[in-house]
């Protein structure tokens, strides 16, 4: 006998059925109407060069009707998939895409997705899209075959062949959501693709997440080998932007570059005027110490909240962004206050923490002396001052401020990691012998010297004379010694007069260059000389010191008595002439040293 508790149970089932059946016959006739009416909207996200700023091309995304149920994409193809009409949906996205496309400018690229599955269509392979291109005047090299990696890819070998065909017309390939689908690694290996789209999940918060840079850096460095670009896709904030621009990630899209639009449109000018100046600043960042680079530079602008914030609005506020460590508490746009989640956490724990803390301001708990440095400080002095703080408040956020206000906040392990990549970055541009500054460090130096247009600086060029002739005589280990000690001279000279506030860097062999703030320097030359006179002896045998001179062939392999080494520095300043570039500089100082090399003993020639 039936009860009524299973009759009501077969009654909902056949009712949930009969829906379910009506529904998806309504989705089935409303993908008829897309595709019989060719109903379809086509947006463009344009794909933005990450170090200039500049549009390389736009992602073309495909729509439904506004207000349909089919209007979101995810609903729209999987419909398609499940009445196996992706073929068609496809081919009716792809027709509105290149018919649009007929407009943009031929430097631009079109990503268009295309679903593995259909690329082994016939229908696919026939040249409907190279039809296409004809009929609305395109050029293949324009296209980008977005391959998506959500799909799994069964026969790669197959695959692979099929996509050969298309590159050798002049097609291009992207492998679209990298990191979130099947294949993975495999799918790059196999296809190396012109183009690698790393799925949003990877970019989502990805400034506050180590692990989330460690494989986007190691991402990029594979993309480098094999010769591929990576587009980081999902951008939605500054800091996620900031941080890919330091990986090197070369572009993006995402809501915060710009949103799909019915248009090819531009970034906006304030977008624009941000990816410009992260790169500025990471490419000053080159030729930083920890004792020149701003905190404020490497600074993370958090949220900040009013010391009448409760309790129970601030672990809300922690629970929906669990990377967050603190709160920084900011009346007037100045902070008065700290409040560390692990703290606040630890005093919820307490036996009345609760009714304690979850209604009432977090005022009362806060930390009310946090340390708070201004944007200009150097990370080596922040170091300092946070290590110094009691054990129990090392890791706790240190506050930026600019011109007093509320600016950012800046981590003990940031500042630790921007030191270390500081010191990488100095290490890999230095000179090998002397550790000292190489070239590309010197030529930022002396634009950021014309740069900043101060005045009052003077740039020393040090240049070592008959060094060839002792380095023949008496061999390359010798002659470098003499470098070592020549470079140890100026710079305990420099730093005797000039304290911190100057710079020496090894231009290559026996050239020097020094940059001084402050552009009387005859003492210091004065001073240099006479250091270098009196141990430049102690280099040479009791012989050659007491002749005078070492004998040796000369460029035209001719015997010719060299006097002991001496040292020639050529003094450009800014006193009668404004310089206006690097290379005027060079031209005023390889003059002074021509008057220089006239004179067989020590000397400098001032301008």
Known sequence: MTTFASYRTKVLHLYKTTNKQTSEMKSFMELKNILEQSDIRIVFQPVVSLTNAEIIGYEALSRGPKDSMLERPDALFSTAAKYDLVWELEYLCRRATLEKAKDLAPSKMVFINVDPKIINDPRFQKGQTQDMLCQFQANTGNIIFEITEKTAIDDYKGFCCILDNYTSQGYKIAIDDTGSGYSGLRTLAEIRPNFIKVDMELVRDIDKDNLKQAMLKALYDFSVSTNSKIIAEGIETQDELATLISIGIPYGQGFFLQKPLPEFSEIPGSIKQIILELNKRKKRELYHTSMTLPVGEIAQQEQAFPSSTVGNVALDYFSQHPACQGITIVDNERPVGLLMKNKFLANLATQYGIALYMNRSIRSHMDKNPLIVAYDTPIEVVSK???????????????????????????????????????????????????????????????????????????????????????????????????????????????????????????????????????????????????????????????????????????????????????????????????????????????????????????????
């Open 385 to 607: 001052s946070a290590l110094a703080r009691k054990d129990d408040d090392i890791y706790d956020y240190i506050i930026i401020t600019n011109q007093d206000k509320y600016f950012g906040t800046v981590t003990i392990k940031k500042i630790l990691e921007k030191t270390t990549q500081l010191e990488l970055n100095r290490a890999k541009h230095a000179n090998p012998l002397t550790g000292l500054p190489g070239n590309l460090i010197i030529e930022g130096e002396l634009d950021k010297l014309l740069k900043e247009n101060s005045g009052n600086y003077a740039v020393l060029y040090f240049d070592l004379d008959n060094f060839k002739a002792y380095n023949d005589v008496y061999g390359f280990e010798r002659g470098d010694k003499v470098i070592c000690f020549t470079a140890e001279v100026i710079q305990q000279d420099l730093h005797s007069y000039y304290n911190r506030e100057s710079f020496l860097g090894h231009i290559g062999g026996d050239d020097f260059i020094a940059i001084t703030r402050g552009n009387d320097v005859t003492k210091l030359c004065e001073r240099i000389i006479s250091d270098f006179n009196h141990r430049i002896v102690d280099y040479y045998n009791h012989e050659d010191c007491n002749r005078g001179y070492i004998c040796t062939k000369n460029r035209h392999g001719i015997h010719e008595d060299f006097p002991i080494m001496s040292l020639s520095i050529a003094v450009v300043t800014d006193k009668q002439r404004n310089y206006t570039t690097i290379l005027e500089i060079a031209e005023t100082a390889s003059q002074l040293k021509k008057q220089c090399k006239l004179n067989w003993q020590s000397c400098y020639c001032i301008k």
